[in-house]
């Protein structure tokens, strides 16, 4: 009888030698499931997609243009209460520095088909006019009963401290106008 054993063990011995030769062990521990570790040339050709840590969100694409923006942010919408709305009105807001943006705040179902679409934000004779719009079939449409917050967003050119009244229009699909008092942003009086 042949002694195979310990040849089977040199061969076993040698195949683990071969598998760690040729470079330097990562003792470093491996990556969270999920994340991938990028390769050094990776790291340095792509810049960081790590969120910040800031309070504010990056701007929506329509924000950097001049459009209106549906809110999404849930920390945006979780700074206004349905208590905080007026019924049957919306809640305006002053948000950005030097009154350059403006949230108008409204309750209602959370079907967006349900909600009317913002159009336009205007400065005219000391007044700030905002302008919504319905979509078609917007009667028709089937709308939940959860009530919740939902809010759309207006780059605002041309306003200064004494803007300090909003003529909403088209907020409900039976009214024309409505006006209201801006808010100011929070932090200031």
């Given at each position: 009888m042949r002694r195979t054993i310990p040849l089977a063990l040199v061969a076993v011995i040698a195949l683990a030698g071969c598998a760690s030769a040729g470079g330097p062990v990562d003792s470093s521990a491996p990556p969270a499931p999920g994340s991938s570790t990028p390769t050094t040339s990776e790291s340095?050709?792509?810049?960081?997609?790590e969120p910040s840590d800031s309070a504010t969100a990056d701007p929506q694409p329509s924000e950097l243009s001049g459009e209106p923006y549906r809110i999404e942010d849930e920390a945006i919408l979780g700074t206004v209460s349905l208590d905080d709305i007026p019924q049957g009105e919306p809640l305006v807001i002053w948000s950005g520095v030097g009154n350059s943006?403006?949230?108008?705040?409204?309750?209602?179902?959370?079907s967006t088909d349900c909600q009317p679409t913002g159009e336009s934000a205007d400065v005219d004779g000391g007044m700030l006019e905002i302008d919504f719009e319905w979509e078609d079939g917007a009667a028709e449409a089937i709308c939940t009963a959860d009530m919740r917050v939902f809010g759309w967003a207006f780059p605002v050119t041309g306003a200064d401290a004494s803007v300090t009244q909003a003529t909403v229009d088209e907020w409900t699909d039976d009214a024309d106008e409505i006006t209201v008092e801006i808010q100011p942003a929070e932090g200031t009086s």
């Open positions: 340095a050709e792509a810049p960081s997609a943006l403006v949230h108008v705040f409204g309750a209602g179902s959370s």
